[in-house]
């Protein structure tokens, strides 16, 4: 393929969206997804391009899928292939956004008066119609089977999974001092070789998505560090990172740009520590999924 001047193979580009860019795959199925540097709050109203971004919500949300497929929730994940961008299936988005929460914070707050940072009763589910003009705004189960965009059957494999996925992280996130206070999941339809319907989880999952917190000190760690000015979004980013084991204790930004080098060695590592999960699963007895 022929190089453009900034480096990158010239191809196929099928959307791009404010966060990602979605590329035609190397292999049949399959889409690329790149992660961008931009960051974007209040319907876009806000807007900044942050070195370094991308490149951790790449490697976080790599490294959450790789959990949760091998928990036995299925992904469009497959691999990461650098440091910016993961190879995934090819699915239909649903055009739902499942945002689930366990502590009052941001649009929740403003529509009920309740006071952020008061721990829900139990986890909320909520559901948003996925339209940047409309401001994805808020819809019932009856809006969705009206319109169309989800079946029951479809909901109910949506909303179990939204459930699992934030048991596991949860408590995984607790584990390493933080609070995980909400979090949004798209889901896409993967079609089997025998037409069979299977539902994944889709998109990425990361501090882009979810909000995290402190547990010691209540500092918010993800994209609210952007909205409301609360400090170096890059900083946030990092920090979760370094809990989860992912980039060194000193970061992956030097002078303000990212140590590719780096960032490419641990993308590397990644997908070897998944290929080895995936094959001690087999070795238990465990069959692979057709999705």
Not at 224 to 244: M, N, P, S, T
Request: charged share 30%.
């Amino acid at each position: 393929m022929r190089k453009t001047g900034n480096g990158m193979s010239r191809r196929k580009k099928i959307y791009e969206g404010k966060a990602k860019i979605i590329y035609e795959g190397t292999e049949p199925g399959t889409v690329i997804q790149y992660f961008k540097d931009d960051a974007t709050a209040f319907n876009a109203q806000k807007k900044a391009v942050i070195a370094g971004k991308g490149v951790l919500n790449n490697r976080i949300s790599a490294h959450l899928m790789t959990k949760l497929e091998a928990m036995g929730i299925p992904t469009h994940f497959i691999r990461s292939i650098n440091m910016r961008e993961q190879l995934v299936r090819k699915v239909e988005i649903v055009p739902l956004e499942v945002v689930v929460r366990n502590i009052a914070a941001g649009s929740l707050c403003k529509r009920l008066g309740l006071p952020e940072g008061a721990v829900l009763g139990r986890p909320l589910v909520e559901y948003y119609f996925k339209n940047d003009a409309l401001g994805d705004p808020m819809v019932s189960e009856e809006h969705i089977f009206t319109f169309g965009w989800a079946d029951p059957y479809e909901l109910d494999e949506m909303v179990s999974m939204a459930w699992r996925v934030n048991d596991y992280l949860t408590g995984m996130f607790s584990g390493i001092g933080l609070k995980l206070v909400d979090f949004k999941l798209e889901f896409g339809r993967l079609w089997g070789e025998h037409g069979e319907l299977y539902i994944v989880l889709a998109d990425e999952i990361s501090p882009d998505n979810c909000r995290l917190w402190d547990a010691t000190t209540g500092e918010k760690l993800d994209k609210d560090r952007f909205r409301f000015d609360l400090g170096d979004l890059v900083e946030g980013y990092q920090y979760i990172a370094q809990k989860l084991g992912l980039v060194p204790e000193g970061g992956i930004m030097k002078g303000g740009t990212v140590d590719e080098a780096l960032a490419q060695d641990l993308s590397q590592i990644e997908n070897e520590l998944a290929r080895e999960r995936r094959l001690r699963d087999l070795k238990k007895g465990g069959k692979p999924r057709k999705n």
